[in-house]
């Protein structure tokens, strides 16, 4: 049997040992949650030209939405994780937590608004019918009875399905879409506005021309999940900081070669 005064010598050294461990442990789990909480994970659609895309042959992720997130990280102090989610699978990652922020040329709606939190509006955009040069659609008006590619889960599905006898098809991509008007698939591809500018101009081989559709203005918004109110809050903090100093604009310039629209409104309801 050992003295007294040798057990208690033990079981003060076990219990300090104990203590230790536990606060070992308590560090290790509150490193983890503070690692955790400074990855900002970004879900994008990456063919979305050039607001998200991968140039052939890369994996690296550029465009413009992509140098506006990069940029609102560094000013939120977060570092990003990159998910590349289907456009129509945005919405649904937000709501389950697989990520944190959509930045994809998404369009502010009330539809949307009612399952996301949007941040200020971020760009101004429209949308525009694109054909072949020897197309007989030469206005809207002819796109009636029509073939016509759309994305699908985006405004301009909505607004195909609307056009009087027009036969919708569905894709995954802008690009797909784009790819089954040059096969001649179909008559015109319904996409956003500086989307068809910019793929045109990068074509000239394929001879197509953009229409562009009246009255379509929309701003694109970076959406959260509603409960996350407080990443709402930094992102649009971050947004007007970068409006203010000009780094919102410079990448404007970067992708489009123009100015940002001055009447861009600080809140916006969506139609």
């Known amino acids: ?42 879900g ?28 609102i990280a560094k000013r939120t102090g977060k570092t990003i994780e990159f998910k590349n989610v289907p456009f129509d699978a945005l919405v649904p990652a937000l709501d389950n937590g697989e990520i944190d922020l959509a930045a994809s040329g998404m369009t502010i709606t009330k539809a949307r608004m009612e399952k996301v939190g949007f941040s200020m509006p971020y760009y101004e955009s429209g949308m525009a019918v694109v054909v072949k040069e020897t197309s007989a659609i030469k206005g809207l008006d002819d796109l009636a009875g029509k073939t016509i590619a759309v994305q699908m889960g985006t405004t301009g599905a909505d607004l195909a399905s609307k056009i009087n006898g027009a036969m919708v098809k569905n894709f995954d991509h802008t690009s797909d879409a784009l790819l ?29 021309t953009v229409i562009a559709y009246p009255n379509t203005k929309e701003y694109f918004g970076l959406a959260m999940n509603k409960k996350n109110k407080d990443l709402v809050d930094s ?36 139609k």
Do not use: R
Not at 181 to 204: C, F, M, R, T, W
Not at 253 to 258: A, D, E, Y
Not at 259 to 264: A, L, Q, R, S, T
């Open 1 to 42: 049997m050992m003295k007294t005064n040798v057990k208690k010598l033990i079981c003060t050294g076990l219990l300090a040992l104990g203590v230790v461990a536990l606060l070992g442990g308590c560090g290790s789990q509150g490193g983890n949650q503070a690692q955790k909480e400074s990855v900002l994970k970004i």
């Open 44 to 71: 994008t659609n990456a063919t979305f030209v050039p607001f998200e895309f991968k140039q052939e042959g890369s994996e690296e992720l550029q465009g413009f939405d992509i140098d506006v997130a990069k940029e």
């Open 235 to 270: 992102v649009n903090k971050a947004l007007t900081e970068m409006k203010q100093d000009g780094t919102l604009n410079k990448i404007y310039q970067t992708w489009f070669k123009t100015d940002m629209p001055k009447d861009i409104p600080v809140t916006y309801e969506g």
């Open 180 to 208: 089954e008007l040059q096969n001649g698939g179909v008559e015109g591809a319904l996409i956003d506005l500086p989307v068809a500018q910019y793929y045109v101009a990068k074509h000239s081989d394929q001879h197509l």
